[in-house]
């Protein structure tokens, strides 16, 4: 499938079903929104060095549901006692779509939330307006078929995270777009965990658009986990709002994936909004990982922190971009940006464009980036110990990858996501036996 036939099989797949005539309205002007743009393409700026010329080289499908729900398998960490949710072929996969939690909280399917609290969600859809929306997110707006709805009422801590698992299945081809929505009023307090997987090795698409709200004194807590097969294709968009004295904390990690394109924004809306976001990417073979952040300060007295780690081995291409935008009011802002890599091979590439945009003159703001390959003088002093090359390699790698791991506050998260970065930093070897990294879980197997 070419550029060409993507934008004509958009009509195609268009089919709003029965829904609100104000759904049905904004589908259709998002639809024709996406054709106003065109698809994307390396030539434009945002989109340079990208991979997304991929993307349309298949002959899609929307998925149906014929045949049993996959099972999210070991993508359930049962250890964390979350609530946990699966999202396959498009749909949650659940007989109690949206279920009421404690106090007053509201948490399951976007559509069902349609259903229920229909002027709620409408209002959400057409927050950001069409004009802010580029070509993926129109697009998903035009086909999303559900997603994941959550409302925590003011000042409400929920007791335990949720966790989401959304699988990309069998059916060759599958077009899958999910639209995710977030609501924390004053005061409330969550965590939530997104496991993106797929089963099987046929070729999918999977878009994701995430939106969150963050009332004031609210504390949100986002982990993202990618493991993808190397014929999987994974774009999520997410948008947060911050109020006043609100906390965020993001953290991302991808371990597998064709190509996994994460792209943030955020508005600090409110003083004394604070955000962090943490990532690592370990690409390998042909896959390419691509990290967009952009924070911008509108009002004075917020801070932001970025800390993006990336190991790229074989001929895998990693790609970042920071952008923090200090608006003229935006006085006493703080802000922190860091992209590291480590590049295993000479024909593996990274791209790094950390930058700041400033107009306000009483500011703290830095960024930094490094790309390069494992230290030298750090491997001779360890063979000299006794320790093997690869040995040593693996540890000068893991403690690289360690400092993103350790940031997780959650244990049981914190130890399995650590097992996974130790198997997958072993890469193909056929035992354990002889490894230096001491896995928690040795017989975990990571898919």
């Known amino acids: 499938m070419s550029a ?3 934008l004509a099989s958009l009509e195609r797949w268009f089919q709003p079903g029965s829904e609100p005539p104000e759904m049905g309205a904004l589908r259709r002007a998002a639809l024709e ?41 070991r993508c ?90 959304h699988v990309l299945g069998e059916y060759r081809d599958a077009l899958e777009n999910l639209r995710n929505f977030v609501v924390l009023e004053e005061g409330a307090e ?15 698409f999977a878009s994701s658009v995430n939106q969150f709200q963050i009332g004031p004194g609210a504390g949100f ?39 996994l394109r994460g792209e943030t924004h955020v508005d600090l809306q409110g003083k004394g909004a604070d955000c962090e976001f943490v990532g690592l990417s370990l690409s390998s073979r042909g896959q390419r990982m691509e990290n967009f952040v952009k924070v911008e300060h509108q009002v004075p007295h917020c801070t932001s922190r970025e800390v993006f780690k990336n190991i790229v081995d074989d001929y895998a291409r990693g790609l970042f971009n920071g952008h923090v935008l200090v608006h003229p009011d935006a006085q006493k802002t703080e802000a922190y940006q860091n992209n590291s890599n480590i590049v295993l091979t000479d024909k593996a590439k990274m791209s790094s464009r950390p930058f700041l945009e400033i107009y306000a003159d009483d500011v703290k703001c830095s960024h930094g980036s ?19 090359e690869e040995n040593a390699r693996l540890l000068l790698l893991y403690a690289f990858a360690a400092d993103v791991i350790n940031q997780i506050d959650i244990e049981p998260l914190r130890r399995q996501l650590d097992d996974m970065v130790k198997k997958r930093l072993r890469g193909e070897l056929p035992s354990c036996e002889d490894c230096v990294l001491s896995c928690s879980q040795p017989e975990f197997e990571v898919l």
């Open 76 to 165: 359930q960490l049962d250890a964390m006692a979350t609530t946990a949710m699966h999202f396959s072929a498009g749909k949650i996969e659940s007989a109690q779509p949206l279920q009421r939690l404690q106090d007053g909280v509201i948490a399951g399917s976007l559509r069902a939330a349609m259903k229920e609290e229909p002027e709620l969600v409408q209002r959400l859809l057409a927050e950001r307006g069409l004009d802010k929306m580029g070509f993926f997110n129109a697009v998903n707006m035009a086909l999303f078929t559900d997603g994941f709805f959550l409302h925590v009422p003011k000042n409400v801590v929920l007791a335990r995270p949720i966790q989401v698992i």
């Open 370 to 388: 490094s790309v390069g390959q494992l230290d030298d003088e750090a491997l001779f002093y360890m063979r000299q110990r006794g320790i093997s």
């Open 4 to 6: 060409e036939k993507f």
């Open 221 to 259: 807590k986002l982990y993202r986990v990618q493991n993808l097969s190397d014929e999987a294709a994974c774009f999520h968009q997410d948008f947060f709002t911050q109020q006043e004295n609100s906390r965020l904390f993001s953290h991302t990690i991808g371990f597998n994936g064709g190509l």
């Open 33 to 73: 929104r996406a054709h106003a743009l065109g698809v994307p393409t390396p030539k434009m700026e945002r989109w340079r060095q990208s991979g997304v010329a991929n993307v349309f080289e298949h002959n899609y499908n929307l998925p149906k549901r014929d045949r049993l729900p996959m099972s999210p398998g």
């Open 190 to 204: 969550a965590t939530l965990l997104f496991c993106d997987h797929s089963s099987g090795r046929e070729y999918g």
